[in-house]
């Protein structure tokens, strides 16, 4: 069975960094895509950055410049760096992977989700 555990969240004031991980963990094979959302109270979940096997990451326009996503195979973990953190980017910061393991063929996984706030 698959897991995704996150790790990294916290309090901060707004300019600081944190950084966010996530560990997939059982029987796979090939991990195509790794990415991150987050979802703000009563707003929907959005997209933040996605790194997709042999391709540079991309990160979405409101974090542009200040998040920064990357990989490692290896560890089946992904990060994301957050800097100059904004009260705005205070949400529930969850990861997916769509990968493939040993019994099925490719699906999606979702982390439990890790809270970042951000105060002014």
């Known amino acids: 069975q698959v897991q995704l555990v996150e790790s990294g969240g916290g309090s901060v004031q707004a300019g600081e960094s944190l950084q966010l991980s996530c560990t997939a963990s059982g029987s796979i094979t090939y991990i195509n895509e790794m990415a991150w959302y987050r979802q703000a109270p009563g707003k929907e979940r959005e997209l933040v950055a996605s790194a997709t096997a042999h391709y540079d990451p991309v990160a979405a326009d409101s974090v542009e410049g200040r998040f920064f996503m990357w990989r490692d195979d290896a560890k089946k973990r992904a990060y994301l760096q957050m800097n100059n953190l904004k009260p705005e980017d205070t949400a529930a910061y969850y990861c997916?992977?769509?990968?493939?393991?040993?019994?099925?063929?490719?699906?999606?996984?979702w982390g439990q989700g890790t809270q970042v706030t951000v105060s002014s």
């Open positions: 997916r992977f769509h990968l493939s393991t040993y019994s099925a063929g490719f699906s999606t996984y």
